[in-house]
């Protein structure tokens, strides 16, 4: 019974509140409203001495029966608390625990001073700074990483118009990627002061509970209530990384992994004899889809908030990551194909996005579409397409592909063969020389090709060529020469308004109208009275200036009456041949 005394977090339940912890707060923040400033309560982070962490929150209503004994570091006996299951509204959480603590009036809290070395100071749970693009979308999370400062010589900035605000920028790396923080305010100054008492040239820091944020299209760490910073920490992970920065080798580590990010061209056979080195790393290979997968769904029903596949339990869609019912899934591609080349067949998994991008369409999309599914459709034609094609596909390789547990490959992109192949530096282009002779053609042009028309200020007068030679070009021989088509430049138009009257007083009180519009049309004809206006499109490019056509004949007619526009039958088509603007011209319409 000696050994039973506390329970573990990791084996807390609901439903019940007479549990006993004993814990250490690795970190405490409070909980202010950002518009209202109104104290919410306490945050806190336990750790037990199996290093599981838990969330608990402290109500600001009874705050005051534990503020003076909760302190960052303190082990604590707790007892007599409730147990919840997080929400799937609940974001930027700080542990990854499914379940949180919370404080009642009931609640016993009491600060231990025996033992306390057994339970850990701090506990981490650390992610690559290669992942850090996944929580972009993912907001659910804050991150734990651990990197060494690239150049501990820095210094904070503030903000001119508030001394009190202020930041502070450096990079991290991790051995094979680096990444952007800025630490802000209280942080800010605490990283700058903790520099300042380090001797050492190598630091390594590890922050926790990090908020991950773009900025100027790259993705960057922020602080956030909960981070805190340990530098030089007792950690495994703080060794390792000590440990390669000695000797210079963890330049020639990063200098390693730079090189790897351009994935390397395999064949299938080869992709086929990869060893555990390649694991979580990235190949290509150029193949041919040989079969899509027609039998299996070609879609998943997946989780709005965490994209995780969603499974129908009771009746409802379930998402087991965020426990919660989700009313209407998101639906993602899930296509699988038989690919090969020369060498080969493989089956892989297409991604999602890159499916948006080759199709221009999304799944609901296409689920929605007649066309594509219906009754007598039993799999889309847009999908079905990439039958028979080529493509350069980017591979992930699994620990499953290495063990051949698992033969299906995941993709993560997907290229047409010319948007990816190709070492194109200019240095090893090859110059194409020929040693055809080049023929010559007297071309014959009439005189509206070889004189200008008469303006107001040139002369008609004839004037003979400056030079008599012929024209040279180079032309393939035996090609067929179509006839010479002049092409005419677009002009500014004038539009004409002829005015109609009911009687003569009428006419001499009003001005006549013109409007100017730019268009690639010949002719338009504007009628206006006081109540509509006609405009007359020729369905010809022929000019019906005083030809005495009917327009009802060959013209196609708009009225616009109280600035709408009705059309008559075939009128729109003729419209858009020649491009006209309708509410261009409605809006020059006196009012």
């Known amino acids: 019974m000696l050994f039973n005394k506390y329970d573990k977090i990791e084996t807390l339940k609901t439903g019940k509140y007479e549990w006993k912890l004993r814990v250490r707060a690795q970190s405490i923040w409070k909980v202010v409203n950002r518009q209202t400033q109104e104290f919410r309560g306490l945050n806190i982070i336990l750790i037990d001495d199996s290093n599981a962490r838990i969330h608990a929150f402290v109500s600001s209503k009874i705050a005051d029966l534990f503020d003076k004994d909760l302190k960052e570091g303190r082990v604590f006996s707790l007892s007599n608390f409730h147990v919840r299951v997080y929400g799937g509204d609940d974001n930027s959480r700080a542990v990854r625990f499914d379940k949180q603590i919370y404080f009642a009036n009931h609640t016993n809290l009491k600060v231990e001073s025996e033992n306390i070395t057994r339970i850990a100071p701090y506990a981490f749970y650390l992610f690559d700074l290669r992942d850090m693009d996944k929580f972009l979308t993912d907001t659910r999370f804050l991150v734990d990483v651990v990197g060494v400062i690239t150049d501990k010589n820095i210094s904070p900035l503030y903000s001119k118009d508030d001394k009190s605000k202020v930041h502070i920028r450096f990079k991290i790396s991790d051995g094979g990627y680096t990444m952007n923080v800025t630490f802000f305010n209280d942080l800010a100054e605490k990283l700058y002061k903790d520099l300042k008492d380090i001797t050492e040239e190598c630091v390594v820091i590890i922050i926790a509970s990090a908020k991950v944020n773009q900025h100027d299209g790259a993705t960057c760490l922020n602080n956030y ?15 390792a990384l000590k440990q390669r920065a000695v000797g210079n080798k963890f330049t020639e580590e990063v200098l390693e992994h730079e090189e790897e990010n351009v994935a390397k061209m395999l064949t299938v056979a080869q992709i086929k004899k990869l060893t555990a080195e390649y694991i979580e790393r990235k190949v290509r290979c150029q193949i041919t889809v040989k079969k899509i997968d027609v039998k299996s769904n070609w879609y998943d ?99 499953s592909n290495i063990n051949k547990s698992c033969n299906i490959y995941m993709a993560t992109e997907i290229n047409d063969p010319g948007e990816s192949l190709g070492d194109h530096s200019p240095s090893k282009v090859q110059v194409m020389l020929t040693n055809e002779k080049s023929t010559c053609m007297d071309l014959e042009g009439t005189e509206t090709t070889l004189f200008s028309p008469p303006t107001g200020k040139s002369s008609n007068k004839i004037r003979p060529r400056a030079t008599n030679d012929p024209v040279q070009y180079e032309m393939d021989e035996n090609v067929i020469l179509s006839k010479l088509k002049i092409i005419k430049t677009e002009k500014i138009v004038v539009f004409g308004a002829m005015l109609f009257y009911d009687n003569v007083e009428d006419m001499r009180s009003t001005q006549f109208l013109q409007y100017d519009f730019t268009c690639q049309i010949k002719v338009v004809v504007l009628m206006l009275n006081s109540f509509s206006l006609t405009l007359a499109v020729p369905s010809e490019p022929a000019f019906f200036m005083n030809s005495g056509i009917d327009p009802g004949e060959s013209f196609a007619e708009y009225t616009v009456n109280s600035r709408v526009i009705r059309n008559s039958s075939n009128a729109e088509d003729r419209l858009a041949d020649y491009s006209v603007d309708i509410a261009s011209i409605t809006d020059l319409l006196p009012r």
């Open 301 to 399: 029903n997946v989780c709005t908030t965490c994209g995780v596949e969603v499974n129908i339990v009771d009746g409802r869609y379930k998402c087991l990551i965020c426990v919660r019912n989700i009313p209407y899934p998101d639906k993602r591609f899930r296509l699988a194909a038989v690919c090969n080349d020369v060498t080969g067949i493989l089956p892989i998994l297409f991604p999602d996005e890159d499916i948006q991008r080759l199709t221009g369409k999304n799944a609901f999309e296409i689920d929605n579409d007649e066309n594509e599914v219906g009754d007598d459709i039993a799999f889309p034609q847009t999908l079905k397409a990439f039958e028979k094609k080529e493509y350069i596909v980017t591979l992930k390789i699994g620990e």
């Open 225 to 239: 209530p909960a981070t805190r910073l340990y530098l030089n920490a007792e950690h495994y992970s703080v060794k």
